[in-house]
């Protein structure tokens, strides 16, 4: 069994897999101020619960855009199952079956690369993938498997809460569909500027990026897949027909991938 630590922004994934099956996975918030004995104090009992034998697991894998973060989880790798963790790194790229530009190998986020790999290895066509978390990305893959670009925006929960935060008179509200563009209080017109707001972005990003990858790398419109993942994507997906596949799974699952083509 492998066990995986994505860490966010916002929440650490936890993950255990058995081969391919995803035997469970845990989701705790992210707090640089913990150190590796906390996470391990929260982390252990949750393991135990889901009769997880510690014994089983071989091999663990981590992947961190919040750098303070990797130190405390080699620890917590180190206590559960007595071994450091694989860390995706610049180190390891060249094992990988995707490829990134020579001037995006330190600029590039890991969480976005195993986005990238997954899309790749599963599809073996261009791609883009929309990642709807704390940021709201998109990681365009050429025909030949090479990372041909990203765009980076405010995720979504990022710009409501951050309205909130910087205006006096809207309330905390639901982030839901609203049933037309003409907000007529508060409530509908936040939803319709957030919402629909960002059903637009994400379609004429996602437009945009097709024509470019197009342009730049000679691959055809038609064969372009586009993927959707992370927490919100189901708020977007009622209202656009944008995406070809839905998968929550994708970043976990390309670092799984990740994980066996560094052991090859």
Not at 133 to 138: E, Y
Request: a negative charge.
């Amino acid at each position: 069994m492998v066990l995986i630590f994505d860490i966010g922004n916002t929440n650490v994934k936890a993950a255990v897999f058995d081969g391919e099956t995803l035997v469970n996975e845990w989701r705790i918030s992210t707090d640089i101020s913990r150190t590796g004995d906390e996470y391990f104090s929260i982390l252990h009992p949750l393991f135990r619960s889901a009769n997880l034998d510690f014994k089983m697991i071989t091999d663990a894998l981590l992947s961190s855009v919040v750098p303070a973060l990797i130190g405390p989880f080699i620890n917590v790798c180190v206590n559960l199952i007595g071994k450091k963790p694989v860390i995706i790194e610049p180190s390891i790229y060249d094992k990988l079956p995707v490829k990134l530009p020579p001037t995006a190998v330190y600029e590039i986020g890991t969480d976005l690369l195993c986005d990238a790999v997954e899309a790749w290895c599963r599809y073996k066509m261009p791609c883009i993938i929309a990642d709807f978390g704390t940021a709201l990305s998109f990681t365009a893959v050429d025909k030949n498997g090479c990372i041909a670009g990203v765009a980076i925006a405010p995720g979504i929960k990022t710009a409501f809460n951050s309205l909130f935060a910087n205006t006096a008179q809207i309330p905390a509200i639901p982030l839901e569909i609203p049933e037309s563009s003409l907000g007529k209080n508060t409530v509908t017109a936040v939803q319709s500027g957030i919402v629909l707001g960002y059903k637009g972005l994400v379609e004429g990003m996602i437009n945009r990026m097709k024509e470019d990858l197009c342009s730049e790398t000679g691959c055809s419109k038609q064969d372009i897949k586009v993927i959707a993942t992370g927490g919100l994507n189901s708020m977007l997906e009622p209202i656009t027909n944008t995406f070809d596949f839905t998968d929550k799974e994708l970043t976990i699952r390309g670092m799984l991938k990740i994980l066996k083509a560094v052991n090859s």
